[in-house]
């Protein structure tokens, strides 16, 4: 299966640089038989929710060229959500990053919330305070900040997140597990990335190399989450306890370009 996927990934050949190659959003037979659904059909927002069908209407994710892109400055910096919950499950796509970008897949969310504004204040300050004092409605403009686990997605040369350290570059488990290694293809290339979760145990692959495999439970999730959230904060507690089980994944707009296509998921029982 991992073979079908790659060559149809492969056969897909760019005509000029910088060009966006259109995403096949098919499934093979074998593929329905183990499981697996489209989680886009390369042409419509099935299955998500359609940023622009919301009130206010938003622009963070566009379709372009059979790929999901998340739109750099928005009007409104917000997430694209699969409708459906998910529990244990793997999940495949392929990705691309404009140069000096920054996006990520979100899973086991636990929360959702658009911040209030404040100019001057610190960000994880005004995350915390958002959530104990929650505004009314949806923003003309503004941003959505998004609680939970990330596949992260980056250019770790040009983007500042990643001379941050290891935790924060492409492939990582956000801010906990650094990957093994760099798997990245050069920017303007497309990756393949698999995640699996199955309880507490997570897996982050790169073109085809396990760079994450670790717990949810494990002492990297808190002392990860207390070097930028203060312990018994909001944020701490939702992200170390991580109660809610069934939960959306989404696809990260974090201001910049960022493509993605060929994605697939299938649930896992344990």
Same mark, same amino acid.
């Given at each position: 299966?991992?073979?079908?996927?790659?060559?149809?990934?492969?056969?897909?050949?760019?005509?000029?640089?910088?060009?966006?190659?259109?995403?096949?959003?098919q499934?093979?037979?074998?593929?329905?038989?183990?499981?697996?659904?489209?989680?886009?059909?390369?042409?419509?927002?099935?299955?998500?929710?359609?940023?622009?069908?919301?009130?206010?209407?938003?622009?963070?994710?566009?379709?372009?060229?059979?790929?999901?892109?998340?739109?750099?400055?928005?009007?409104?910096?917000?997430?694209?959500?699969?409708?459906?919950?998910?529990?244990?499950?793997?999940? /495949?796509?392929?990705?691309?990053?404009?140069?000096?970008?920054?996006s990520?897949v979100?899973?086991?969310?636990?929360d959702?919330?658009?911040?209030?504004?404040?100019?001057?204040?610190?960000?994880?300050?005004?995350?915390?305070?958002?959530l104990?004092?929650?505004?009314?409605?949806?923003?003309?403009?503004?941003?959505?900040?998004?609680?939970?686990?990330?596949?992260?997605?980056?250019?770790?040369?040009?983007?500042?997140?990643?001379?941050?350290?290891?935790?924060?570059?492409?492939?990582?488990?956000?801010?906990?597990?650094?990957?093994?290694?760099?798997?990245?293809?050069?920017?303007?290339?497309?990756?393949?990335?698999?995640?699996?979760?199955?309880?507490?145990?997570?897996?982050h692959?790169?073109?085809?190399?396990?760079?994450? /495999?670790?717990?949810?439970?494990?002492?990297?999730?808190?002392?990860?989450?207390?070097?930028?959230w203060?312990?018994?904060?909001?944020?701490?507690?939702?992200?170390?306890?991580?109660?809610?089980k069934?939960?959306?994944?989404?696809?990260?707009?974090?201001?910049?370009?960022?493509?993605?296509?060929?994605?697939?998921?299938?649930?896992?029982?344990?």
């Amino acid at each position: 299966m991992w073979n079908a996927i790659r060559m149809g990934a492969l056969a897909c050949v760019v005509v000029a640089a910088g060009s966006v190659c259109a995403a096949d959003s098919q499934s093979t037979a074998r593929e329905k038989a183990a499981g697996w659904q489209l989680l886009f059909d390369g042409k419509s927002f099935a299955g998500w929710e359609d940023p622009a069908r919301k009130s206010p209407p938003g622009d963070s994710f566009v379709i372009e060229d059979g790929c999901l892109k998340a739109v750099a400055h928005p009007r409104i910096v917000e997430d694209l959500f699969a409708r459906d919950t998910y529990s244990d499950f793997e999940l /495949d796509f392929d990705w691309k990053i404009s140069p000096g970008g920054n996006s990520g897949v979100k899973y086991r969310i636990q929360d959702r919330v658009f911040l209030l504004n404040r100019p001057g204040m610190k960000f994880e300050d005004l995350v915390n305070l958002t959530l104990k004092d929650r505004p009314k409605g949806r923003p003309e403009r503004g941003q959505e900040y998004v609680i939970g686990f990330e596949y992260q997605l980056l250019d770790n040369a040009r983007n500042p997140d990643g001379r941050v350290g290891p935790s924060h570059q492409a492939g990582a488990l956000y801010d906990m597990f650094p990957p093994s290694r760099d798997a990245t293809r050069p920017v303007g290339e497309w990756n393949h990335s698999r995640l699996v979760a199955r309880g507490e145990h997570v897996e982050h692959w790169l073109n085809g190399v396990k760079v994450v /495999d670790g717990r949810l439970d494990a002492p990297e999730v808190a002392r990860g989450t207390g070097a930028r959230w203060s312990a018994g904060s909001p944020v701490y507690e939702l992200l170390v306890k991580h109660q809610r089980k069934f939960c959306q994944i989404s696809l990260q707009n974090h201001d910049t370009e960022a493509w993605f296509r060929n994605l697939k998921i299938r649930r896992l029982a344990r």
